[in-house]
C-alpha cells in the first residue's frame, strides 16, 4: 500500500516509522496533551515539507486527553468528549495483540499528508465493537491513570503498529521511539523479524524527552509479562536480552537504551543530564544531543514575518498590536476582562506541573502585588496550560491563580489551552515567561515559538534556551544557580533576579526606548528561524540517527 501523495527526496529515502503517544498535528486532530505532541506534530509536519520517508504511528484517543471547563466558581474542571474525525481514513487490515492473555482487535485509520500537510500518520484504536468494554476502553483516553490501562496503550502502539505496518506491506528499516512508550515493538521484532537482539538494534533508534519520573516509567517486570508486554516471550528470554538477572523492576527507557542502535537527548544540557542519568546502564546505546525545533510554517504570524524581512519596525509594531488585540478577545470572552494592546504583556503557557513552577512569579507576594499595580509601567499577566487532570497539587496551583486572577483586572486565567490557543498566546504576547527549576527542562519548545512570533523569551537558563539566548539582545535570561540548592532557596533567589530583571531591564525598555525593544523583537525572531526550525531537527535525524 502507498501511505505517500509526495515524491520521497532520495536523500531522505530510508524508511522510517515514528512511534510516539501523541501528536499535536491540528486544533481538529484531539489526540495530544503537550509539549512531547508538540514536538512529534512539527516533526512530522518538517519531514512532509523536506519530502522523507517517515509514516507516524499513533493512537487515535476517542476522548483525546481532556477537556478544559471551569466549576461555577470557575476552577478548573476536566470533562471527557468523545471525538470524531471524518477526515481519517479507516485502512482494510485486521490486526489483533494479546493484552492480559485476551485478544484485542485493532483498528487502524489513514492521515493522508494533503489533509493537514504532515507525512502520512497510521492510528490505532481499540474503541470498537468486535472489543468487550475493557478492551474498548484502552484507547479512551490519553496517558489513562490506571496502570494496567497505560501498559495495554503501550502494547497496542508498539505491538499493534508494527504489526499494521506488516499488514499493509510498508517495509520499515528504522523504527523510531518518541519516548519509551513503544518499546513492545522491540519484543515482537524480535525473532519474528530479526532473529538476534544485535541485529534488531540496527533498526531500532530512541528519543528520551525528559529527565522527570513520569517520563521515565518503571514497572514490576512480572506485571509487564502477564500484560503481554513482551510479545509472549518467556520471562527468562526477556530477562536474558534486556540483561534484567536481578531485581523486578523494569525501566522502559533503560529496556529502550539496551534496545536501540543510537539515542538522543533533546537539548546539549539535556544531552549531559541524560548521560550523567543513565550512565549506570550496563549494554547502553549511546546517548547524542539533537536539539528539538518547531515547524516555523505553522507557527508563524506570516505578516510578522513580512514585517520582519522587509525591515519594516513600524509593520512590526502595528502588526504584532493587532496580534495582541485578537488575543485580547479570547480574553475577555473567558474573563470578561478588557486588556490593552499598549501595555506589556507577560505570558506563562505549558503544562502544568510543579517543577515548571507556574507560580513562581507570585513567590514573593507583596513584590507581586507591586507589579500588578504598577501605574507608571503596567503589566498583563496571562496563565494557560493544561495540568495532568488527576495531578491534584498542579490543579490547585491553577485554581490558587484563578482565585488570585478575581481580584486584578489585569490578569488572566485561560482554558482551552491547546494548538489555537498555543499559536494566539504565542503571537500576541509581549513575554514568553519559563521558569522551570534548573536541569529539570530537557528542551521546552514553546519558548522557540513564541520567539517566531516576536515575543521574546524570558527564561531560566536551561533547555534549548542557553544554544539560543543572547541576553538583552535576543532574549533574557535568568541567571543559573546550584541546582543543588534547596527547592525553597531556588524559588527565593529565582523569583529576586527574575523580578529584578523583570523591573529594572525589560519593563523600561519596554516603555522607554521602542527602537531597543524593536531590535530584540528582530533579533529573536531572525535567531531561532533556522536552529530552531523542524526542518533542521528533521534532517539531523536522517543524518546522525536513521543512516548511519
Not at 519558548?447 to 533547555?463: E, R
Request: proline fraction near 3%; glycine fraction near 6%.
Amino acid at each position: 500500500m502507498n501511505l505517500f501523495s509526495y515524491d520521497i527526496d532520495e536523500r531522505y529515502s530510508t524508511s522510517v516509522a515514528y512511534f510516539s503517544m501523541e501528536f499535536a498535528i491540528d486544533q481538529a486532530l484531539k489526540i495530544y496533551s503537550g509539549g512531547l505532541g508538540f514536538l512529534a506534530g512539527s516533526h512530522m509536519r518538517s519531514a512532509y515539507d523536506l519530502k522523507q520517508n517517515v509514516v507516524g504511528i499513533g493512537l487515535l484517543w476517542s476522548f483525546g486527553y481532556y477537556d478544559q471547563a471551569r466549576n461555577e466558581d470557575r476552577t478548573l474542571k476536566p470533562i471527557y468528549t468523545r471525538k470524531f474525525y471524518y477526515f481519517l481514513e479507516e485502512l482494510d487490515v485486521h490486526v489483533t495483540v494479546k493484552v492480559h492473555n485476551e485478544d484485542v482487535r485493532v483498528k487502524a485509520f489513514l492521515l493522508r499528508p494533503e489533509v493537514f500537510g504532515t507525512a502520512p500518520m497510521i492510528l490505532l484504536s481499540t474503541d470498537t465493537d468486535e472489543n468487550d468494554y475493557l478492551g474498548r476502553t484502552i484507547t479512551h483516553k490519553l496517558y489513562d491513570g490506571n496502570e494496567h490501562t497505560r501498559v495495554a496503550q503501550e502494547i497496542v502502539l508498539g505491538i499493534g503498529g508494527t504489526k499494521v505496518l506488516e499488514a499493509i506491506n510498508h517495509e520499515v528499516d528504522i523504527y523510531h521511539m518518541n519516548e519509551g512508550h513503544a518499546l513492545p515493538l522491540v519484543y515482537e521484532l524480535y525473532h519474528k523479524h530479526y532473529q538476534t537482539m544485535d541485529d534488531v538494534r540496527k533498526h531500532v533508534v530512541f528519543t528520551t524527552h525528559t529527565p522527570e519520573a513520569a517520563g521515565n516509567e518503571i514497572h514490576n517486570i512480572n506485571f509487564l509479562h502477564e500484560m503481554g508486554f513482551f510479545a509472549e516471550h518467556p520471562l527468562e528470554t526477556i530477562r536474558e536480552i534486556m540483561g534484567y538477572h536481578d531485581g523486578d523492576d523494569f525501566s522502559l527507557t533503560v529496556g529502550a537504551l539496551r534496545s536501540a542502535k543510537i539515542a538522543n537527548a533533546v537539548s546539549k544540557i539535556h544531552g549531559v543530564v541524560a548521560n550523567d542519568m543513565w550512565e549506570h546502564v550496563a549494554d547502553s546505546c549511546e546517548i547524542i544531543s539533537i536539539t528539538n525545533a518547531q515547524n516555523k510554517k505553522f507557527w508563524t504570524d506570516k505578516t510578522l514575518v513580512r514585517a520582519l524581512d522587509e525591515h519594516e519596525d513600524y509593520e512590526l509594531l502595528a502588526r504584532k498590536k493587532h496580534l495582541k488585540k485578537i488575543l485580547f478577545d479570547v480574553v475577555a470572552d473567558q474573563t470578561g476582562k478588557m486588556f490593552d494592546p499598549d501595555i506589556l504583556t507577560i505570558v506563562w503557557a505549558r503544562r502544568f506541573a510543579e517543577y515548571k513552577r507556574p507560580g513562581l512569579l507570585k513567590y514573593d507576594l507583596e513584590r507581586f502585588v507591586k507589579l500588578i499595580k504598577n501605574t507608571e509601567m503596567p503589566v498583563q499577566i496571562i496563565w494557560a496550560g493544561k495540568p495532568y487532570p488527576t495531578d491534584f497539587g498542579a490543579i490547585d496551583i491553577f485554581n490558587d491563580l484563578i482565585d488570585i486572577s478575581h481580584y486584578y483586572k489585569n490578569i488572566a486565567v485561560l482554558i482551552g489551552y491547546e494548538l489555537t490557543l498555543s499559536r494566539l498566546l504565542k503571537q500576541g504576547s509581549d513575554i514568553w515567561l519559563n521558569t522551570p527549576r534548573i536541569t529539570r527542562e530537557a528542551s521546552g519548545t514553546s519558548g522557540m515559538t513564541a520567539s517566531m512570533n516576536g515575543s521574546i523569551h524570558f527564561s531560566i537558563d536551561d533547555g534549548w534556551h542557553p544554544e539560543f539566548a543572547k541576553d538583552g539582545k535576543n532574549a533574557f535570561t535568568i541567571p543559573a544557580l546550584d541546582y543543588r540548592l534547596p527547592n525553597a532557596e531556588q524559588d527565593r533567589l529565582d523569583n529576586k533576579h527574575m523580578m529584578d530583571i523583570l523591573e529594572e531591564r525589560i519593563l523600561p525598555t519596554y516603555y522607554k526606548d521602542t527602537r531597543q525593544w524593536v531590535t530584540i523583537m528582530k533579533n529573536a525572531m531572525s535567531d531561532v528561524e533556522i536552529d530552531f526550525d523542524s526542518g533542521r531537527m528533521a534532517a539531523e535525524y536522517y543524518e546522525r540517527m536513521f543512516t548511519v
